[in-house]
């Protein structure tokens, strides 16, 4: 189950075989408690699968605002950045990046406003200097936040950092840079989720029930995004997943790095295989009017924003003719088309001292066999308008865009990526079978 502020949803899957056997939806309400949600899952499944009732629930969550992480480290062209990717692998909202060059009132806002859920903290390779993560200590304990911390830098300096966050929820794990040019996010990544389920989901007051902090394993996004993996090891295939919500579009993605690419890109912090980024002024609803306003800038939209408006004004709002179905449609093919923009580089030609030479930034997508399209609105879209929103991802672009060229384009409709993510430790097996449902289901009808 995904718990979310504003709707539960539900997979019932056979933990032997990895068969879906029915998805059910709830609306929640963070007025009352979460888990009013779960219960009325399980009870619209009952009637037709009365072992629903039994079934144990693994569920993920992001209500409440999700996971909401800020990141302290040296320069914040490179650890900083680095940490900003690591957290975003983790399914946070990065709410803070802050370098060795921030102002002092910077870090006193993580206790006033930013109010992070936690603080990632890295700094310097581990055969470099320990200073850059010792003022970042420092600075963060002279700041009178009190949170969680994840301490992810030289591990030189680790004992010396201990002593600066002495009581302090600390957990410490490797470097996220251990040499110039080489990113790790996994290790922090599993420890910022560790800090999610210990000191985050539960204090959230989300639910009053003591088995709600118990099912929960992980935050919606970081789930996704482990889905995403498995989906890419079982179709043996690059992969890409853009899903757009209300607040925010999410693009996941997971290709094999060419290491003959990593002469022509001048990226100041590597690209990582398994990537995943955030764009929160991209959505539907509450971001409807950010989206229309970018994609007008970007010469995809006009400059009336009043179906943008609308829709912010009143986040609850379901198209009922066919113009608003329509709009609902442009404003998502914006949003998807924008949120890639931004998560793949570009290729340009340049004349250097050896002549014309290709320089690429970013991610190279142009190999990804596989584009999953996800989120409500092309889930309940019917097929042909959910072509034209994902139809606009794909291709050559003539603007450089690292687009997948010829990929097989399906949508989510049955929203299973999150199961997968869930089953993915302790069914391996099912996790795989219900990745290979998708990847085989039938694909949507590109325009």
Known sequence: MDVGSTFTKAALVDDENGTLLATAEHPTTLATDVLDGVDACRASLVPDFPEADSAEVLACSSAGGGLRIAVVGNEELVTAEAGRRVALSSGGKVVAVLGRTSPEAAFDELDRTTRPDVVLLTGGTDDGDGEGILDGARRLAASGWRGPVVVAGNVAARAAVGEVLAGWPVVVTDNVVPRIGVLAPEPARRAIREMFLTHVIGGKGLSSRADFTAMVH??????????????????????????????????????????????????????????????????????????????????????????????????????????????????????????????????????????????????DLREVALLVGSGGTLRHSDPESAARVLGGLTGSSPEGWQLPEHPRVVVDRDYVLAAVGLLSERRPSAAAALARSLSTCHEDHAS
Do not use: Y
Request: proline share 5%.
């Open 218 to 363: 992980g935050a919606t996004p970081d789930l996704v995004l482990t889905g995403v993996e498995v989906l890419a090891r079982v179709a043996e295939c690059d992969v890409v997943v853009v899903d757009i919500g209300g607040a925010t579009t999410d693009v996941h993605s997971v290709v094999r790095l060419d290491p003959e690419d990593a002469g022509l890109s001048r990226e100041v912090v590597a690209t990582t295989p398994v990537t995943r980024t955030v764009e929160g002024d991209l959505g539907m609803r509450w971001s409807a009017v950010t989206t229309w306003e970018a994609g007008h800038e970007a010469g995809l939209l006009g400059k009336d924003t009043a179906p943008a408006v609308r829709r912010n004004a009143d986040p609850s709002f379901l198209p009922s003719s066919d113009l608003e179905r329509r709009e609902d449609e442009l404003i998502a093919a914006t949003a998807a088309t924008l949120a890639l923009r931004r998560h793949v580089g570009r290729s340009r030609v340049v004349v250097g001292p050896d002549g014309r030479v290709v320089e690429r930034t970013g991610k």
